[in-house]
């Protein structure tokens, strides 16, 4: 646990050091900002974090989170340090866990900026805080999952564009398109197109209900694509 806390740390460090960690906590900041202080906080309509949480976070989340996992490791691809994590006395798993881990405390660390809109709404009215509890347990498992997956493609490859487009065009389907699709399919098909929808998966979190189908898909999603990612790096060892 001491090795993966270590290179948790060290990717952690990564992120305050990379510029590119800073624009995507600005544009989060101030894109999320904009939408809950000009859309969903002024005078003549409820003030909820639901439209925040049901859409909007979802959305910037396919765009952001590929930004920062692209670099996980693909950069120790292109910079070659991949030689030194193939040589120390780590395994694949102990790399994979704390590359996931450092990216998630990153990426808790965004969501905390979003409680002041939660005492924004307690301020000015009386929210429910049962929902709004359950809304950030979807966030922290939607996340986890979008962070997975960027892991995943980044392990893949070298190269942090493809990296980064294949991330996005991956969660893009599963967040919007396969939505879309359930609205005009029927039957069999309707049921599994909505069981690997995003949206589908991640809605009953906004409306206060924790379902265990739910909770199921997201962790047990995470963890296979985390599986996946130590049976690639794996792969790469022995090439």
């Given at each position: 646990?001491?090795?993966?806390?270590?290179?948790?740390?060290?990717?952690?460090?990564?992120?305050?050091?990379?510029?590119?960690?800073?624009?995507?906590?600005v544009v989060f900041l101030a894109f999320n900002g904009y939408i809950f202080g000009f859309l969903h906080f002024r005078s003549g309509t409820e003030s909820s974090l639901r439209p925040l949480f049901g859409y909007i976070l979802p959305l910037v989340l396919v765009f952001i989170i590929p930004m920062l996992t692209m670099r996980l490791m693909s950069e120790e691809y292109r910079s070659g340090t991949i030689e030194t994590l193939m040589t120390a006395p780590v395994s694949d798993a102990t790399v994979i866990a704390?590359?996931?881990?450092?990216?998630?405390?990153?990426?808790?660390?965004m969501l905390l900026t979003t409680l002041i809109y939660a005492a924004a709404v307690y301020a000015f009215g009386s929210p429910d805080f049962g929902a709004l509890w359950t809304g950030y347990l979807g966030l922290l498992l939607l996340g986890a999952f979008y962070i997975s997956v960027g892991l995943f493609f980044s392990t893949c490859t070298s190269n942090q564009i493809v990296?980064?487009?294949?991330?996005?065009?991956?969660?893009?389907t599963l967040a919007f398109l396969t939505g879309a699709i359930s609205q005009h399919v029927e039957g069999a098909t309707r049921v599994i197109v909505q069981h690997v929808s995003i949206t589908y998966q991640f809605s009953e979190f906004v409306q206060g209900a924790i379902n265990l189908n739910n909770l199921t898909f997201f962790v047990t999603t995470t963890l296979f694509l985390l599986f996946v990612s130590v049976k690639v790096l794996e792969s790469k060892r022995w090439r």
């Amino acid at each position: 646990m001491g090795r993966v806390w270590t290179i948790t740390r060290r990717e952690l460090l990564c992120f305050f050091c990379s510029p590119i960690a800073y624009v995507v906590l600005v544009v989060f900041l101030a894109f999320n900002g904009y939408i809950f202080g000009f859309l969903h906080f002024r005078s003549g309509t409820e003030s909820s974090l639901r439209p925040l949480f049901g859409y909007i976070l979802p959305l910037v989340l396919v765009f952001i989170i590929p930004m920062l996992t692209m670099r996980l490791m693909s950069e120790e691809y292109r910079s070659g340090t991949i030689e030194t994590l193939m040589t120390a006395p780590v395994s694949d798993a102990t790399v994979i866990a704390g590359k996931f881990l450092g990216t998630f405390l990153f990426y808790v660390l965004m969501l905390l900026t979003t409680l002041i809109y939660a005492a924004a709404v307690y301020a000015f009215g009386s929210p429910d805080f049962g929902a709004l509890w359950t809304g950030y347990l979807g966030l922290l498992l939607l996340g986890a999952f979008y962070i997975s997956v960027g892991l995943f493609f980044s392990t893949c490859t070298s190269n942090q564009i493809v990296a980064v487009v294949c991330s996005f065009a991956v969660l893009a389907t599963l967040a919007f398109l396969t939505g879309a699709i359930s609205q005009h399919v029927e039957g069999a098909t309707r049921v599994i197109v909505q069981h690997v929808s995003i949206t589908y998966q991640f809605s009953e979190f906004v409306q206060g209900a924790i379902n265990l189908n739910n909770l199921t898909f997201f962790v047990t999603t995470t963890l296979f694509l985390l599986f996946v990612s130590v049976k690639v790096l794996e792969s790469k060892r022995w090439r």
